[in-house]
């Protein structure tokens, strides 16, 4: 008997692509009402994972299961009990905004009286009550996300799925559009997301994979996964380009969990930042800059992987 | 500001989905409700293209034409021997003009079919569902061009009525396979070009629509006869002047069917191939 409480069950899942596999033999489960992130670089296999979950790719290998049936054989099915905010806008420009859910909502065949009623509450929602008559061309890039995840909602979906969602955006219009995420999550709506922010994943996320290279290389809430693959602080240094080599060397007198040595930085990571900072400066060392923060997914990703999340 | 609690009501299993003649109607609206933006430019150029035609063709040029003798023609005058040609002309052009750039936008630029394929939408149905688009648009321009020919006095037999069906199955006979081409151009729209100068152009020019088709060479008869719009501007031409025969009627119509259910079931693969990627 299949657990109803689990929406998308996926067993060696794999997506490939003539001779190149973009996801490799995957495995994760999707529970009712919690928010679940794919968090890794471009390229790591999260699109092609979310396309595959969107019933618009079919799998390659292994099993997928979502609201308990098969994607490749009901996947009308499945699509009209999600929603899509795909990681470029697939909105009709030439449209209103009013008119892009009307067409959407026919898609779903919704009655026009539902669309309606639902189109008054959703541009609310998303804030765009003001811009409803208006086309959809000249509306910034934050409101034509917001919109397009406005028409995702169309349909009332049991899952929303989210490829990149704030991608592209501003530091503004990302907090607007995280805003309205947190709220569908605090109503209960089960999300789906990846992205490259470990920010967004860390704010958004109650559980994530932390994917590359087309496999997952850890599991778990937020706060598991920096307690496991991380220390509690760390320590970042800078120091002027000529000094950066020599210093780096001489740091391995500080007592660490772990040190990184980046291009630019050196990253120590300790169980007390302040401490650690007396004892570089009790070795004669003088950085340019120095802070000390609290563990964040970026470190865990640097961990697994031994490169950043903006590399790519 | 604060937001409005949004109700999240899951919505019941199984809904969403129907038969496939209605799931092509919903991607059909998309269409209409677009069209409702641009449909009043459309109607003066489905009106003044035929006039513009019938005009100087028609009624200009055959003043000429009939002062050397109509036998060629089938003793009826110019402008009565072009009128249903370039009916069937006309279809084509609008069969092309709604096929090729309008699905390249469509899956390219402004990627409405990957929109509606998130939906419970497939592939084939939005494909089915542009296809209907564009034969209301035949039938749209396949009539005003009658009642201008009919005014133009330009018709001889009230078969030409069953003409204008004819005429978009003649659209239809290029929309299928252009579509189907139309929806696997990965780049750019190249090719398009291509298909209008060395494809659409002779085709308008050499299938008998302003001259009949014996006025050519032998040799390449054979090809202005395996050309669908030969077909397509025979059969109207013969219900207008009221000549047609059930037989040649029934092969044309065959010809003309088959063209357009190959474009059909290769139109159905390559939507597939390209949206569920």
């Known amino acids: 008997m299949p657990d109803p409480e689990i929406l998308i069950r996926a067993r060696g899942l794999t997506k490939r692509f003539g001779q190149f596999t973009a996801v490799d033999s995957i495995d994760f489960e999707l529970r009712r009402g919690e928010a679940f992130g794919f968090l890794g670089p471009n390229g790591a296999g999260k699109s092609s994972t979310m396309r595959m979950i969107g019933c618009v790719s079919p799998p390659s290998g292994g099993e997928l299961t979502i609201l308990g049936l098969d994607p490749v054989t009901d996947g009308a099915a499945i699509r009209a009990r999600l929603g899509a905010v795909p990681q470029e806008d697939t909105l009709d420009v030439e449209l209103t905004v009013r008119e892009n859910l009307l067409v959407y909502g026919r898609y779903f065949g919704l009655p026009r009286a539902v669309i309606a009623e639902r189109t008054g509450r959703l541009l609310d929602f998303v804030q765009l009550s003001e811009r409803a008559d208006d086309h959809v061309e000249p509306l910034s890039g934050g409101m034509k996300r917001r919109l397009t995840i406005a028409r995702s909602l169309i349909n009332e979906p049991e899952i929303l799925i989210l490829d990149e969602p704030t991608t592209g955006l501003d530091p503004q219009a990302r907090h607007v559009v995280w805003d309205r995420l947190f709220r569908l999550k605090q109503q209960g709506v089960t999300l789906v997301l990846t992205t490259h922010y470990m920010d967004e994943a860390e704010q958004l996320c109650d559980r994530l994979v932390v994917m590359d290279g087309g496999k997952i290389a850890a599991a778990g809430s937020p706060r598991e996964l920096i307690d496991t693959y991380s220390s509690r602080e760390v320590l970042e240094l800078r120091f002027s380009t000529f000094e950066h080599d020599q210093a780096a060397e001489k740091l391995a007198a500080v007592p660490a969990e772990r040190t990184e040595v980046l291009a630019d930085r050196v990253l120590l990571y300790v169980v007390d930042g302040d401490a650690a900072m007396a004892s570089v400066r009790g070795l004669a060392l003088d950085p340019l800059t120095s802070l000390v923060r609290r563990s964040t997914l970026e470190d865990v990703f640097l961990r697994l992987t031994g490169r950043r999340l903006e590399d790519g | ?277």
């Open chain 2, 1 to 277: 500001m604060t937001a409005p609690a949004l109700r999240v009501r899951p919505s019941r299993p199984g809904t969403g989905v129907a038969g496939t003649w209605q799931m092509a109607v919903r991607a059909f609206q998309y269409w209409l409700v677009n069209y409702r933006r641009t449909w009043r430019g459309t109607i003066y150029s489905s009106v003044l293209t035929p006039v513009l035609y019938l005009g100087a063709m028609g009624l200009a040029l055959g003043k000429l034409v009939d002062q050397h003798g109509t036998a060629g023609l089938g003793r009826v005058s110019y402008l009565v021997f072009l009128a249903p040609g370039l009916m069937a002309a006309t279809a084509m052009q609008t069969a092309v003009g709604e096929s090729l750039y309008p699905v390249f936008s469509a899956v390219k630029w402004q990627q409405t079919y990957q929109a509606a394929a998130a939906t419970p939408l497939k592939p084939g149905d939005i494909f089915r569902g542009h296809l209907l688009f564009t034969t209301m648009r035949l039938a749209m321009n396949t009539m005003i061009f009658l009642v201008i020919m009919a005014a133009f006095g330009a018709v001889r037999s009230g078969w030409v009525v069953a003409a204008v069906p004819v005429a978009v199955l003649t659209g239809l006979a290029f929309a299928t396979p252009l579509d189907a081409f139309a929806v696997t151009q990965k780049k750019n729209d190249q090719a398009f070009a291509v298909i209008f100068r060395f494809g659409m152009i002779p085709l308008f020019l050499f299938s008998g629509t302003f001259f009949p088709v014996t006025q050519l060479p032998g040799w390449i008869r054979p090809v202005a006869y395996a050309t669908p719009l030969w077909h397509g501007v025979a059969l109207c031409r013969s219900l207008s002047l009221g000549t047609a025969d059930l037989a040649g009627s029934l092969g044309h119509i065959a010809y003309l069917a088959a063209i357009a259910i190959l474009g059909l079931i290769a139109g159905e693969r390559a939507y597939r191939r390209r949206l569920y990627v």
